[in-house]
């Protein structure tokens, strides 16, 4: 048994199926364009180091991935596993598969196999719960960096994660805390990359269950989940990865369904929830290594740091 784990979540019997509340089925959208606003991706990307030879617990794209959720609780937010919760906690468990499944498809379109055990339901070792005395549910607490160390501090004192290695055959550890916000949160959901000089390998998102006032949709767990991994944000530049202003308009024009650009359906440009209808480009297959060569890259002078 992996130690200091809380066992509320074992008790937990929920139905195969769960219809979304009508909260999750109003239009909500990231814009029609961009996923995120500035202001998240500023703050981490000054650090972020990212690229197929990264060090952090994701590692690459490829092999057997196992997610780890981690239910936390705050000052402000709580779980409090009610029936409320419990359906709260199974659209999560849907959503985090529907990405997965999708990042699997979309690794495969490139000739890479992954797999992902993500189920926290079937695999309660994949799932914990925590409280924080510190507030990780605003913006503030992200920019002074609080969820960052609360993040390390839990993983690194709480989670045995060689054991979770050995016992799924893991290649690949992403840890995953969900917070069980409403529309009134400032905060944004983000995601920790290994960097050098990082103080934890543990590569984790913060996933807010609302952004903007609208709840999150599989898109972008995807998304998230596909920064630990290296892939950069398609919607602001970032020279490191030699993304600038130019290249931006290329994405703007010619990549505008590339779910590191955009997680509203092309169509309707509203958030879904069943389905994810974003495509992952080879501009983001090539920043995970799933590619070496691409002909975007070599015409827009495209690097991945520390490769």
């Known amino acids: 048994m992996l130690k200091n784990r809380k066992k509320s979540l074992a008790a937990i019997t929920l139905a195969a199926s769960v219809v979304l509340s009508s909260a999750a089925l109003t239009s909500c959208s990231d814009g029609g364009h961009v996923r995120r606003s500035g202001r998240n991706e500023h703050y981490r990307i000054s650090e972020r180091a990212l690229g197929p030879t990264a060090r952090g617990s994701a590692g690459t794209l490829c092999g057997r991935t196992i997610v780890v959720s981690i239910f936390a609780s705050d000052p402000v937010y709580k779980w409090d596993f009610d029936c409320e919760d419990r359906i709260s906690v199974l659209n999560i468990r849907d959503s985090l598969k529907m990405a997965c499944d999708y990042l699997t498809d979309a690794a495969g379109s490139y000739g890479s196999?992954?797999?992902?055990?993500?189920?926290?339901?079937?695999?309660?070792?994949?799932?914990?719960?925590c409280s924080f005395d510190d507030v990780i549910t605003t913006w503030d607490a992200v920019v002074d960096g609080t969820t960052d160390e609360c993040g390390w501090d839990y993983i690194d004192?709480?989670?045995?994660?060689?054991?979770?290695?050995?016992?799924?055959?893991a290649d690949n550890v992403v840890y995953m805390f969900f917070m069980n916000t409403d529309a009134a949160t400032d905060a944004i959901s983000c995601t920790r990359n290994w960097y050098p000089g990082a103080p934890s390998d543990a590569e984790f998102v913060l996933l807010y269950n609302f952004d903007y006032g609208c709840l999150n949709p599989p898109a972008v767990y995807a998304h998230e989940i596909l920064h630990t991994f290296g892939a950069p944000d398609l919607y602001m530049s970032d020279l490191s990865f030699g993304i600038d202003?130019?290249?931006?308009?290329?994405?703007q024009t010619d990549l505008t369904n590339e779910i590191m650009y955009t997680c509203s359906d092309r169509v309707t440009g509203d958030y879904i929830y069943d389905d994810i209808t974003n495509e992952m480009s080879e501009v983001t297959a090539y920043y995970l290594g799933l590619i070496d060569e691409c002909d975007t890259a070599e015409d827009w002078d495209l690097r991945r740091p520390y490769n």
């Open 113 to 129: 196999k992954t797999w992902f055990e993500s189920d926290f339901i079937s695999n309660p070792d994949l799932m914990y719960t």
């Open 157 to 169: 004192d709480t989670i045995d994660e060689e054991a979770l290695r050995d016992e799924f055959r």
């Open 245 to 251: 202003d130019s290249f931006l308009y290329y994405i």
